[in-house]
């Protein structure tokens, strides 16, 4: 059977009358007599018991009619739900953010996109810059928040300034400097740093190098550890100094100093970023809730 017998066969139960049920389809009589009859052909019983005066629908008919109704109701359904699933208003939307600068404005901008699109699942991870990159590359991720440093050299992304960044030498109180307000890179050539690893955020190490490179000097380098958190341990307990985003600050320790760097270098953007090739529609709806956000003065 396909839904069109289907279609016919519930509106001439509904009716109980060949001619109101073909009105009602625009059809003509015949069609929906002939339509009927290949139903009943097909499944091989009588669904109506049919004389000249009067239409009624057999037992076999009124399971049939129950049936009928959910299984249309059913396709309208799976219709409807591909077609938001097109425009994005239903499916999945994955996210991966680096965890500080994005505080200010991640939680309310997941409030209001929920509120707008309840049926959209939303999955949010915490990754390295590297892992960040390297997951959205292989449609692990369909948006990132991430510093824009580096992404010039990589192909194939889209991406929108939120916000500017600073980024900070982080020290020790203890360390002579460390009561400074701000200060010049040359001054710690001699310095010991410690630096993300480069595996899990090339960006990261890079940025430390490029800045250290254009004062002057290259940095000794005496440990890459893998967390943001270990870095901050370690400089914590005097080990060497890093070179980070200031907004870490919010939530580091408070024997840890931020100071400000002089010159230009010292400012990064944070940035949305996601694949031209991803396809999908959630993206853009995701995009424009981050817009109202913006436009409200929350970034």
């Not at 009859?37 to 008919?61: A, H, M, P």
């Not at 890079?206 to 250290?212: F, G, I, R, S, V």
Request: glycine share 6%; charged share 25%; net charge negative.
């Amino acid at each position: 059977m396909d839904m069109r017998q289907l279609r016919y066969f519930i509106a001439v139960a509904e009716h109980l009358n060949f001619t109101e049920a073909a009105k009602s389809l625009f059809v003509a009589q015949s069609a929906v007599s002939q339509q009927i009859s290949d139903l009943e052909e097909k499944i091989g019983v009588q669904l109506f018991i049919r004389n000249k005066r009067s239409v009624r629908l057999t037992n076999s008919g009124k399971v049939l009619l129950k049936e009928a109704i959910n299984l249309l109701d059913k396709s309208a359904e799976v219709i409807e739900k591909t077609r938001q699933a097109e425009l994005g208003i239903i499916g999945g939307l994955s996210i991966g953010f680096l965890g500080y600068t994005e505080r200010i404005f991640l939680p309310r901008l997941i409030r209001q996109f929920k509120r707008s699109f309840p049926k959209i699942d939303l999955q949010l991870n915490q990754f390295n810059h590297g892992m960040l990159i390297d997951s959205l590359n292989n449609d692990e991720l369909d948006i990132v928040f991430t510093l824009s440093f580096g992404l010039d050299n990589i192909g194939g992304l889209e991406r929108r300034k939120i916000i500017s960044e600073s980024i900070s030498v982080v020290m020790h109180c203890d360390h002579p400097l460390a009561n400074r307000n701000s200060i010049k890179l040359s001054e710690l050539a001699n310095e010991r740093f410690i630096t993300l690893s480069r595996h899990e955020s090339p960006q990261g190490f890079n940025k430390t190098l490029l800045m250290c490179a254009n004062s002057g000097f290259t940095p000794t380098i005496v440990t890459q550890p893998r967390m943001l958190s270990t870095v901050l341990l370690l400089v914590d307990a005097g080990m060497g100094i890093a070179i980070l985003p200031k907004s870490l600050e919010q939530n580091a320790s408070p024997s840890l100093r931020f100071i400000d760097i002089e010159g230009e270098q010292s400012q990064d953007e944070l940035v949305v970023a996601w694949k031209k090739s991803n396809s999908n529609a959630a993206i853009s709806l995701f995009l424009e809730e981050l817009d109202k956000i913006d436009a409200e003065g929350a970034l």
